[in-house]
């Protein structure tokens, strides 16, 4: 009789404990795979799956939902495996930004990220390469790449933090508020991060400290005023958030945000280093329970004050909004704006206000079939900080449309066609041989792919 009740206690024990592993998988896991809070430019690449990276381990204003593609990866021991390869074909007008600038375009991509298994703590790196190759434009070839590690520590209730990301990208003349920009520009992106959440019952106080260095390069090009040197961008950028949010019930939360930065410019001779620093403080709503109406709102303010050549300062309103609105399993709307201070692309950019609007409708059409659609606005407002010169004012519209056939598990065949018009106010320097470029343009893009994710 006794050794029967050792032994259901002993099952009792296992199956707890199993129950408990599994649990804290699931915690484990669901950190790994929330969207990334998306800002500025380093932030625009940090791997979505990458512990360290998680969208509560940055204060950024930038709230940019992310969608995630789930993958069950390939088990290795203690870890998963997961790689990536696409290769699209397609073709595309005004890649510099300028007439007469069209060509066949040829992109090919591949990746690989690996991530523990683990039932508590978390440890993960990734590697990535894109291609992109233009026939008959070969001077605007260009290679990016990136690579990241970074480790999550479960402290009970508390979680901490630490990733590094280092990646090679380029500059170019069809994105908004590159004012100056032909050829494309290569740069190179440091970011070293670490954040602390502390956890209480419904209130969480998330700490964050990040470090970037910034080196932009020189341009290459065929003719004698393509090639453009940008390394008075270069840059280090030392950024100091805080975060509270606090649960009103399940899936909705009270967010406020506290951020300052400093930023400190590479010296050139001749030249005043334009160093400055900024603040900012904002308050928002995180509302996700419902399931067909969500929103995600957070406004405030931001100011950037120069320390160094005789900048002026910019102080303006901060919002970002994104509403998601789901009235049927086969179809999902999304609203989303943001305005802000961006850091440093361009020139011009150091007092750069970027403002944004955009709907997305992406629609089932039938099993493994989707389409998806948008529409979007962009403007920046680039004051110089340079006297007697004009401020800058880039606006842009968009409209795209895509359709994604899963074909297997692991196979996707994609066809995408977008367009952009952009108008700028004001004359820049010229980049090419046509006197002055203006960036005004129309941009025409329609491609054909096929991608492999396990």
Not at 49 to 71: C, F, M, W
Not at 78 to 103: D, E, M, N, W
Request: net charge positive; with cysteine; charged share 15%.
């Amino acid at each position: 009789m006794i050794s029967k009740l050792r032994c259901r206690n002993e099952n009792k024990r296992k199956i707890r404990l199993l129950f408990n592993i599994l649990l804290f998988f699931m915690l484990a896991w669901a950190v790994l795979c929330v969207p990334v809070a998306r800002a500025q430019l380093a932030q625009q690449y940090f791997p979505s799956e990458l512990p360290g990276y998680s969208a509560d381990s940055t204060g950024s204003v930038s709230l940019r939902e992310i969608v995630q593609n789930k993958h069950t990866g390939i088990p290795v021991g203690a870890y998963i495996l997961k790689p990536t390869a696409s290769q699209q074909f397609g073709y595309r007008t005004s890649i510099l930004g300028v007439h007469h600038t069209s060509s066949a375009s040829l992109v090919t991509s591949a990746g690989l990220g690996v991530n523990s298994n683990w039932s508590r703590h978390a440890i993960g790196a990734s590697m990535s390469v894109t291609n992109q190759a233009y026939p008959s434009l070969s001077a605007a070839n260009y290679t990016d790449w990136s690579a990241a590690v970074g480790g999550m520590l479960n402290l009970r209730r508390d979680t901490l933090s630490l990733g590094y990301s280092h990646s090679l990208r380029h500059l170019s003349a069809t994105d908004l508020g590159n004012f100056g920009v032909g050829y494309p520009v290569p740069y190179t992106t440091d970011d070293v991060r670490m954040s602390y959440r502390k956890n209480w019952t419904r209130f969480a106080l998330i700490p964050t400290a990040s470090y970037d260095n910034f080196s932009f390069g020189q341009s290459q090009g065929a003719l004698p005023a393509a090639s453009r040197n940008m390394g008075a961008l270069s840059h280090q950028l030392e950024m100091q958030a805080l975060q509270g949010r606090f649960e009103i019930s399940k899936g909705n939360a009270l967010i406020a945000v506290l951020k300052g930065a400093e930023a400190q410019f590479t010296p050139r001779t001749g030249q005043l280093s334009s160093d400055y620093v900024s603040g900012g403080g904002f308050v928002g709503i995180d509302l996700r329970a419902d399931p067909v109406l969500q929103y995600r709102l957070l406004a405030g303010g931001e100011t950037r004050r120069f320390i160094r050549g005789g900048g002026n300062p910019v102080t303006t309103p901060t919002a970002e909004a994104q509403i998601l609105w789901m009235p049927d399993k086969l179809n999902t709307l999304t609203f989303s704006g943001q305005r802000g201070l961006f850091d440093p692309t361009s020139p011009f950019s150091r007092n750069q206000v970027m403002s944004s609007a955009q709907i997305v409708w992406d629609r089932e059409l039938r099993k493994d079939v989707f389409f998806h659609g948008g529409v979007s606005y962009a403007r920046t407002d680039s004051r110089s900080s340079t006297a007697g010169t004009r401020s800058r004012q880039q606006n842009q519209i968009g409209f795209r449309a895509a359709l994604d056939w899963q074909f297997t598990r692991d196979i996707k065949f994609t066809l995408n066609y977008s367009h952009t018009s952009s108008y700028t106010k004001h004359g820049v320097p010229a980049v090419l041989d046509n006197g002055f470029s203006h960036a005004t343009f129309t941009n025409n893009s329609i491609t054909f792919g096929v991608a492999f994710a396990r």
